[in-house]
T-cell receptor, first 112, second 115 residues
Framework: QKEVEQDPGPLSVPEGAIVSLNCTYS??????FMWYRQYSRKGPELLMY????GNKEDGRFTAQVDKSSKYISLFIRDSQPSDSATYLC????????????FGSGTRLQVQP | DAGVIQSPRHEVTEMGQEVTLRCKPI?????LFWYRQTMMRGLELLIY????????DSGMPEDRFSAKMPNASFSTLKIQPSEPRDSAVYFC?????????????FGPGTRLLVL
């Protein structure tokens, strides 16, 4: 079993829809939770990060962490065609080890 | 800032050949990471350096893979001999000392095809 599980999709939604992307994890040592966005043929770029549990909002994007359920989510409001990309969750512990453990990514397609 | 620079962007080679991938991290970043991305296995960490010193190479698949960082502005990932199963996109990323490593800046990747 992988440490981080993520539905690969693809997920196709109409423009303006609310999108929900999720990851589950098994390692209770994870403390930092990130969402990276990867456009086709590009490297991933950091979208949002959250430390420990709770919510974080940035414009149309909201990240949620539920450590009791080992479940994280990314919500995209008023989705746009430009949001079409692969979204990867990533996690790390608080041990000084800088490596990130990535989910496999969910491919999102927003139809105009 | 030019961001993380990788070369070559594409590489096609034949099985058994040596492949060298190159990376220039963002100036001032203390950490450098090498990842491999495939459809089957996703994004996997191969090795990372702190101040040019390898810290964790547990993701390096086998002895055919080696990585070096001779100075703060240059790193190489070498595969010798290459095999078809090494075909993947190889990313280099760097991050600053501050924080817990959550912000990693990725290069554009090198698409490797081993025939």
């Amino acid at each position: 079993q992988k440490e981080v599980e993520q539905d690969p999709g693809p997920l196709s939604v109409p423009e303006g829809a609310i999108v929900s992307l999720n990851c589950t994890y098994s390692n209770s040592a994870f403390q930092y939770f990130m969402w990276y966005r990867q456009y086709s043929r590009k490297g991933p770029e950091l979208l949002m990060y959250t430390y420990s549990s709770g919510n974080k909002e940035d414009g149309r994007f909201t990240a949620q962490v539920d450590k009791s359920s080992k479940y994280i989510s990314l919500f995209i409001r008023d989705s746009q065609p430009s949001d079409s990309a692969t979204y990867l969750c990533a996690m790390s512990g608080n041990t000084g080890r800088r490596a990130l453990t990535f989910g496999s990514g969910t491919r999102l397609q927003v139809q105009p | 800032d030019a961001g993380v620079i990788q070369s070559p962007r594409h590489e096609v080679t034949e099985m058994g050949q040596e492949v060298t991938l190159r990376c220039k991290p963002i100036s001032g970043h203390d950490y450098l990471f090498w990842y491999r991305q495939t459809m089957m296995r996703g994004l996997e960490l191969l090795i990372y350096f702190n101040n040019n010193v390898p810290i964790d190479d547990s993701g390096m698949p086998e002895d055919r893979f080696s990585a070096k960082m001779p100075n703060a502005s240059f790193s190489t990932l070498k595969i010798q001999p290459s095999e078809p199963r090494d075909s993947a996109v190889y990313f280099c990323a760097s991050s600053p000392r501050q924080g817990a490593g959550e912000t990693q800046y990725f290069g554009p990747g090198t698409r490797l095809l081993v025939l």
